[in-house]
């Protein structure tokens, strides 16, 4: 196969801003896609996991294809979230550095439309949309798709509910002699009876290391823990990661928020994001994680679509996914650009035995992940403790001699032996906690 762009007909301006980019080396998707959506006619199914670059395999042919002689919209990219929308807006526009007559425009749901609207009556080129707010802006009469030949259904595993419900309406404003390009890093069969119905019948399946999870560089692991000690355990891992980004994912939203309460409460560097905070909230959250302000995302599923950050390393698991798509996209947020990721699930003893599926379904190998020791977990606890006193902030309300008696009871002591007894005490506190006898819960009548 190739191993240059060029070499796959993308012209020079493409090529120079890619390569600035660092896209030196095509991946296999790229490779496989890149020449037919160029040079073919018909329809095109790509099958790659998350994380394999298949945001280049179409957006570097659309912006080659683009006539710029005409002001139409001429592709139309169909995501399932804004943040994912955005996403992709943010890459075409630096594969088209050098071309400044191509013009794109973003209209994802989650923000005001008339900015949208206003922003549609200047000519554009390519339009990336949530299926939603597309809906919106058609039955506004506010966008024109007459004249559109291309449209892209990116990431259409996680959109198929959307897409059902209303993509008849988008396909009726379109040509019907455009090309349909999907993308997908999933087949189920809902993905089979939407290319039957909107596909053209001779449309051409290619994909790209099907057998394995995104890359070969993502680590997959497991650990068995107790439902008392789970938080404790994240805790203790969370701890050996300090300093490296990762996102942890829950089932559902109410979840999400209790451990980032915990995590936040054990001064651990995160952030929620779920689909019920408002927008400007997650893009916030988002913000901060990118710009490396936290270090760790708690999120729901649907949330982290759009979460490109190449320097996440690890992944975990907090709640075995249901299906086994899901756990495709979740490991597929480490390990990006060529760098190794860990892929944890954190699993009772009962979910063991679903691991086996996991494997034979989706062609990985998980190894078991050291579970730390109890002396291991409470050393990590008081180190806890140590940074949360480091971090409080002083109490101004306490009156200076209240402090004053404080300070002689300690004044004795070194620095020193003044940790050694705090640290005692502390030791001692979490032992007496461990002690007591747990609570049976109440029977009702």
Same mark, same amino acid.
């Given at each position: 196969m190739s191993n240059q762009f060029a070499d796959l007909g993308?012209?020079? #301006?493409?090529?120079? /801003?890619? +390569? /600035?980019?660092?896209? =030196?080396? #095509?991946? @296999?998707?790229?490779?496989? +896609?890149?020449?037919?959506?160029?040079?073919?006619?018909?329809?095109?199914?790509?099958? /790659?996991?998350? %994380?394999?670059?298949?945001?280049?395999?179409?957006?570097l042919p659309l912006l080659q294809l683009i006539d710029t002689n005409s002001t139409a919209i001429q592709a139309l990219i169909l995501v399932p979230t804004r943040e994912?929308?955005?996403?992709?807006?943010?890459?075409?526009?630096?594969?088209?550095?050098?071309?400044?007559? *191509?013009?794109?425009? /973003?209209t994802c749901g989650g923000?005001?439309?008339? #900015?949208?609207?206003?922003?549609?009556?200047? #000519? +554009?080129?390519?339009? *990336?949309?949530t299926p939603g707010r597309l809906i919106d802006l058609i039955q506004r009469k506010a966008i024109n798709l007459k004249e559109t030949q291309f449209l892209v259904l990116d990431e259409a595993d996680e959109m198929i509910t959307i897409l059902n419900e209303g993509l008849d309406e988008i396909i009726a404003e379109l040509p019907k002699n455009r090309r349909t390009f999907l993308f997908s890093a999933t087949m189920p069969g809902s993905i089979k009876q939407l290319i039957q119905n909107y596909l053209n019948k001779n449309s051409i399946q290619v994909s790209a290391d099907m057998q394995t999870v995104g890359n070969q560089e993502i680590d997959h692991?497991?650990?068995?823990?107790?439902?008392?000690?789970?938080?404790? =355990?994240?805790?203790?891992?969370?701890?050996?990661?300090?300093?490296?980004?990762g996102i942890i994912f829950c089932k559902t939203k109410a979840a999400v928020n209790k451990l980032a309460k915990n995590l936040a409460i054990n001064k651990f560097s995160s952030g929620a994001l779920h689909g019920s905070l408002s927008q400007g909230i997650r893009d916030r959250i988002m913000e901060q994680f990118r710009e490396g302000y936290?270090?760790?995302?708690?999120?729901?599923?649907?949330? $982290?679509? %759009?979460?490109?950050?190449?320097?996440?390393?690890?992944?975990?698991?907090?709640?075995?996914?249901? *299906?086994?798509?899901?756990? =495709?996209?979740?490991?597929? !947020?480490t390990a !990006?650009?060529?760098?190794?990721?860990?892929?944890? +699930? *954190?699993l009772q003893q009962e979910e063991v035995v679903e691991i086996a599926d996991f494997e034979k379904e989706l062609g990985i190998k998980f190894t078991k992940f050291k579970k730390p020791t109890s002396e291991?977990? @409470?050393?990590?606890? =008081?180190?806890?403790?140590?940074?949360?006193?480091?971090?409080?902030?002083?109490?101004?309300?306490?009156? $200076?001699?209240f402090k004053n008696k404080i300070k002689t009871v300690f004044h004795h002591l070194t620095k020193d032996e003044l940790i050694e007894k705090l640290l005692t005490n502390q030791m001692l506190q979490n032992k007496v906690e461990k002690e007591k006898p747990i609570k049976a819960p109440r029977r009702s009548n």
């Open positions: 993308i012209s020079t #301006p493409l090529v120079k /801003a890619i +390569t /600035a980019l660092k896209f =030196v080396i #095509p991946t @296999e998707i790229q490779q496989k +896609t890149i020449p037919l959506l160029l040079s073919n006619a018909t329809d095109i199914v790509g099958l /790659a996991k998350t %994380g394999t670059g298949k945001t280049a395999a179409f957006g994912l929308g955005y996403q992709i807006f943010s890459n075409l526009e630096a594969f088209a550095k050098y071309l400044p007559e *191509v013009s794109i425009a /973003a923000i005001p439309i008339k #900015p949208q609207i206003e922003r549609l009556t200047s #000519p +554009t080129h390519i339009v *990336v949309a692991q497991y650990i068995v823990v107790d439902p008392i000690e789970k938080l404790n =355990v994240l805790m203790h891992f969370l701890t050996s990661k300090e300093g490296e980004r936290i270090h760790i995302l708690v999120a729901t599923d649907l949330a $982290a679509r %759009g979460i490109d950050v190449a320097a996440i390393s690890y992944v975990v698991n907090y709640h075995l996914p249901d *299906v086994y798509e899901v756990y =495709v996209h979740r490991s597929g !947020r !990006r650009a060529g760098a190794k990721g860990l892929s944890l +699930t *954190v291991n977990i @409470e050393e990590n606890n =008081v180190l806890l403790w140590a940074k949360q006193i480091f971090k409080t902030k002083p109490n101004q309300d306490v009156s $200076a001699d």
